[in-house]
């Protein structure tokens, strides 16, 4: 139960785009479709923002986008704003009633 | 409005047990899963443990597996978890997460705001 590949840190000029990448194995990110992602400002709880790799929770701006391919999902957050600046999980089902997360990446809106 | 509230952290000596609570409220509790994920002090989140909405399915991280114990009551719309043998690297704050669905491999939806656990002598 190792815990999923994220990049520390990105970072992107406000309008820009940047894709954060969350790697794990056949046996969690590649072999399930219950991938999802959180984003958590400073001193604040997680939200879910991308769930089943692409959906949207109601009320989530569709600047955020989600993607999978093999082992790999990925975050995309578009037309970046100063309120995007936080800390970005992915997290994925692992099998046998488990749940792995990322180690995190800190998102700089320069 | 969905919430749920945790309680229950404080600071524990290692070796010791502690209980933390977590009390739903804005939807039908027994038709979701339930989990605990902890954030240690500057670091990322860990899932550490998940129950689903009827108890039949209960699972563990492998840093947590053999002292900890998750349960749930319906009747009082609340999940449990019951920390033993605790060890200095268990210091961190212990978020109650929704489930998606009525099974562990759904996402989390709804947060607590947390409960800090202290272990230390």
């Known amino acids: 139960q190792s815990a999923l590949t994220q990049p520390p840190s990105a970072s992107g000029s406000p309008g820009q785009s940047v894709t954060i990448s969350c790697t794990g194995t056949?046996?969690?990110?590649?072999?399930?479709?219950?991938v999802s992602w959180y984003q958590q400002h400073p001193g604040k709880a997680p939200k879910l923002i991308i769930y089943?790799?692409?959906q949207r929770p109601s009320g989530v701006p569709d600047r955020f986008s989600g993607s999978k391919s093999g082992n790999t999902a990925s975050l995309t957050v578009s037309g970046l704003q100063a309120d995007d600046e936080a800390d970005y999980y992915c997290?994925?089902?692992?099998?046998?009633?488990?749940?792995?997360f990322g180690g995190g990446t800190k998102l700089t809106v320069l | 409005e969905v919430h749920v509230v945790e309680s229950g952290g404080g600071l524990v000596q290692p070796g010791r047990s502690l209980r933390l609570s977590c009390e739903a409220s804005?939807?039908?509790?027994?038709?979701?899963?339930m989990h605990w994920v902890r954030q240690a002090p500057g670091k990322g989140l860990e899932w550490v443990s998940g129950?689903?909405?009827?108890?039949?399915?209960?699972g563990y991280a492998d840093s947590v597996k053999g002292r900890f114990t998750i349960s749930r009551d319906s009747a009082k719309k609340s999940l449990y978890l019951e920390m033993n043998s605790l060890r200095a690297e268990d210091t961190a704050l212990y978020y109650c997460?929704?489930?998606?669905?009525?099974?562990?491999?759904?996402?989390?939806?709804?947060w607590g705001q947390g409960t800090l656990v202290t272990v230390s002598s």
């Open positions: 804005g939807f039908t509790f027994e038709e979701y899963a």
């Open positions: 997290s994925s089902y692992a099998g046998s009633d488990k749940s792995v």
């Open positions: 997460a929704r489930g998606g669905d009525v099974w562990l491999r759904a996402h989390f939806d709804y």
């Open positions: 056949s046996s969690d990110v590649g072999g399930y479709h219950f």
């Open positions: 129950i689903s909405w009827n108890s039949g399915s209960i």
């Open positions: 089943d790799v692409t």
